[in-house]
């Protein structure tokens, strides 16, 4: 199985990431159901191992806390974009949250993940074909650069996480297919 260890979010905050999707060219949006927070990328899992993985998520204590989606970023660059992202903030307790993931998925003995965690919720993605082209499409109308000016604002009202999820991931044709394998609750 392919697993991922993220936060689902409430509809609300759903619906105000999705009134931002639309006026970049290229961009593949992401539907409603695939929009969440990554805390922990897990790849490929046996069965025996998921097992394991669903335990050490279980043994995680942690009191719930708020967050808000606020402002919008790319990951790579303007003219080779990767990642069009809504951030997170506060970062502090979801940065603890994935600490403890990240601790528990070493102590199974998984690889570090060995990226930088950056909390954030993908709204779209760019093909590869498209980048290093010699236009700038932050120069269009309407092009990526006039969407992050437009959106630099944007926040949604805070909510709360009140558990964290092991999902998993089924490529298909018309993008990740996410499921809820387990979610696991937060304190008080």
Known sequence: MR??????????????ALMLMGGVKGARWQREDQLHITLRFLGEVDGAMAGDV???LGSITMDRFS???AGVGVFGTLKAPRILWAGVQPEHQIRRLHDKVERAMIGLGLVPDGRKFSPHVTLARFSTSNRG???????EVGGLGAFLQAHDGFRTPPFEVSRFV???S???HDGAIYRAEA???LGP
């Not at 082209?133 to 120069?139: A, G, T, V």
């Open 170 to 172: 089924h490529l298909g």
């Open 67 to 69: 967050l808000s989606l």
């Open 183 to 185: 979610e696991y609750p």
């Open 54 to 56: 669903d335990e050490a």
């Open 166 to 168: 092991l999902f998993s």
């Open 3 to 16: 697993l991922f260890v993220g936060l689902s979010l409430p509809d609300t905050v759903r619906q105000h």
């Open 133 to 139: 082209r010699k236009r700038n499409p932050d120069l």
